[in-house]
């Protein structure tokens, strides 16, 4: 759709998969990796990437001052002139203003678009009107200068209000799906993408899919057991128990199920995001990773952008369970 920018949509069925986190830790391996600038897009109403990343005050701070995706849409439809970076935040100016924000030097150069409170209102609003939700969204962004962003990442609400996700998915033609190897995941993403489909087939389109799992190996064991017998990778710190499991034949159905029945869009990662305290939303991305939590996460976020055609390197070897 664009010249230069590579735009990540970042969805999931469930909430708390962990989407948030991941699109964090993709920011942060493509800034270590020279692909910049980077811009981080909060297309959730609740606004959990924006706060994650800058902080309630900030936040608070920054929508109070129009400095949202909903003030955009507000100037847009005003005919006013748009330029994206009227609107979103550098990190390293939100620190500057606020001295007690804490996070990592490698977001500095990040962009971020908040949703602004207001958000759900504008989504109405063109809901109402007859203007179709994706195309009033991409439609201001066309327009907003955005091709001086190499890489986009759209982090979306859960598809329980389907309108974010679908908007998202509009901006290009893969996405990357967070999920837990579970079978209440895989049976919600399976009717999550089969809807998105269905909407795309109206416009013409298509989308191809990469599930990434994200998966708690001390909570779910059999699970992680089934990923590994079906040559799905769990990057680990060590000292994993995954391997002494045995596999979930019932999960190993559903997920042979899922896959089937996308057969020309789906395909699954080949590593799974091991879960970890050094990724939780009360360290990352306040504090540096550390170097094995950062080593374990390569690996899956490796595989992620090079579905989007971004090439990076671990910066050394994590042991598999």
């Known amino acids: 759709m664009y010249d230069k920018a590579t735009i990540m949509p970042i969805i999931s069925a469930a909430g708390g998969t962990g989407k948030t986190t991941i699109a964090l830790l993709l920011s942060l391996f493509l800034s270590n990796s020279n692909y910049r600038p980077i811009l981080m897009i909060d297309l ?30 507000t100037d847009y439809k005003q005919n006013k002139t748009i330029d994206i970076s009227q609107y979103a935040i550098q ?11 804490e996070v990592v030097e490698d977001l500095y150069d990040v962009y971020l678009l908040p949703p602004g409170e207001d958000l759900m209102d504008q989504f109405t609003d063109f809901s109402t009107t007859g203007i179709g939700i994706p195309e009033a969204l991409w439609g201001l962004l066309r327009n907003s200068n955005i091709d001086k962003f190499d890489s986009i990442i759209v982090d979306t609400a859960p598809f329980f209000d389907m309108r974010y996700t679908l908007a998202a998915v509009h901006g290009s033609d893969k996405s990357i799906v967070v999920a837990r190897p579970t079978l209440t995941d895989l049976f919600r993403t399976k009717r999550m993408i ?7 087939r109206l416009y013409g389109r298509n989308v191809n899919y990469s599930l990434l799992f994200n998966v708690n190996q001390s ?13 799905i990778s769990i990057s680990s710190k060590g ?14 159905n559903a997920l042979n199920d899922l896959v089937k029945s996308n057969r020309s869009s789906l395909n699954i990662l080949e590593s799974a995001l091991s879960y970890y305290k050094d990724y939780s939303d009360e360290s990352f991305p306040k504090k540096k990773l550390p170097g094995n939590s950062y080593g374990a996460a390569c690996r899956p976020v490796q595989d992620a952008l090079r579905f989007h055609g971004k090439n990076i390197k671990c910066p050394f070897d994590v042991e598999d369970d």
Do not use: C, Q
């Not at 990190?91 to 924000?101: S, T, V």
């Not at 089969?194 to 795309?200: E, F, G, R, V």
């Not at 909570?219 to 992680?224: D, G, P, R, S, T």
């Open 239 to 252: 000292g994993g128990t995954a391997g002494r499991a045995k596999p979930d034949m019932e999960l190993r």
């Open 44 to 73: 959730d109403p609740t606004a959990g990437l924006s706060i994650r990343l800058m902080g309630d005050k900030a936040y608070y701070y920054y929508d109070n001052n129009g400095k949202t995706l909903s003030k955009m849409f």
């Open 219 to 231: 909570l779910l064991v059999k699970e992680a057991a089934t990923l590994i017998d079906m040559r």
């Open 91 to 101: 990190i390293k100016e939100a620190k500057a203003h606020f001295a007690d924000l």
């Open 194 to 200: 089969n809807a998105i489909n269905s909407n795309l």
